[in-house]
């Protein structure tokens, strides 16, 4: 199994910036796929951005530019910046790691961007 242990959500005013974390232990391979998603009230669980292994990017179309994912491949860690806060960026945001055979889902991190 993998453990994922995220950190970093909080209240933030519109314009503000936040940066997540999150850690993953356990029965990691060396080739995966970390990132984000996140699921606002009422909504379906949708991709914010995601990193392999290797380097490759993949962001959707409402966070490019202002977020930013990175990630530390000695650590097993994956970060998420977040510049530039909408109010629409309000949700649980959800860290993942896949490989290719299993997939995890972190407990989620509240982000929360008043107008």
């Known amino acids: 199994q993998v453990q994922l242990v995220e950190s970093g959500g909080g209240l933030v005013q519109a314009g503000g910036s936040l940066r997540l974390s999150c850690a993953a232990s356990?029965?990691?391979?060396?080739?995966?796929?970390m990132g984000w998603y996140r699921q606002a009230p009422g909504q379906q669980r949708e991709l914010v951005a995601l990193m392999s292994s290797g380097g490759t990017t993949n962001y959707a179309d409402s966070v490019k530019g202002r977020f930013t994912i990175s990630r530390d491949n000695a650590k097993n860690t994956v970060y998420l910046q977040m510049n530039s806060l909408k109010p629409e960026d309000t949700a649980v945001y959800y860290c993942s790691y896949r490989d290719r055979s299993q997939a995890y889902w972190g407990q989620g991190t509240q982000v929360t961007v008043s107008s």
């Open positions: 356990g029965r990691i391979f060396s080739i995966n796929t």
